[in-house]
């Protein structure tokens, strides 16, 4: 038999129709996404009809799910950037900062050392050796 003839039901053609060993992913472009996100969500509000659309583009509902999940992520994402310059921070606002922190500890510090000067006070006199004021200095 040659090929290109009516070989019962069947035309035998000379084209390769094997099946490739690995498929090939698809690759849709942003505004193929966009198309379909928006052609889906006019069916959705007329009442139906998503199914012919997912068919007919050869996709799965979860890849839908996740372009829709991905398009609410960069619309939330455009919505929360703030616009305008960044403040810029006063270097003497840090510098103040710190200082107060540094006398906060010092003055935590000096309170400490009242107490225990107190307490050595007390310890003497009940000792019997009570510190005067001539001895301190």
Not at 3 to 29: H, L, T, Y
Not at 108 to 114: G, P, R, S, W
């Amino acid at each position: 038999m040659s090929e290109g003839k009516i070989v019962g039901p069947f035309v035998a053609s000379s084209a390769d129709v094997e099946v490739p060993a690995k498929a090939q992913r698809r690759i849709f472009s942003a505004e193929e996404k966009k198309r379909i996100l928006e052609e889906t969500d006019r069916a959705l509000a007329n009442g139906g009809g998503v199914g012919a659309i997912l068919r007919r583009e050869g996709i799965y509902s979860s890849t839908l799910h996740s372009w829709r999940k991905e398009r609410d992520r960069a619309v939330h994402k455009a919505f929360s950037q703030k616009r305008g310059p960044q403040p810029q921070r006063n270097p003497l606002v840090a510098e103040n900062e710190k200082l107060r922190r540094h006398n906060q500890r010092l003055q935590e510090e000096l309170e400490k050392a009242h107490i225990i000067i107190d307490v050595q006070k007390k310890v003497a006199k009940l000792l019997g050796h009570p510190i005067t004021e001539m001895e301190k200095s």
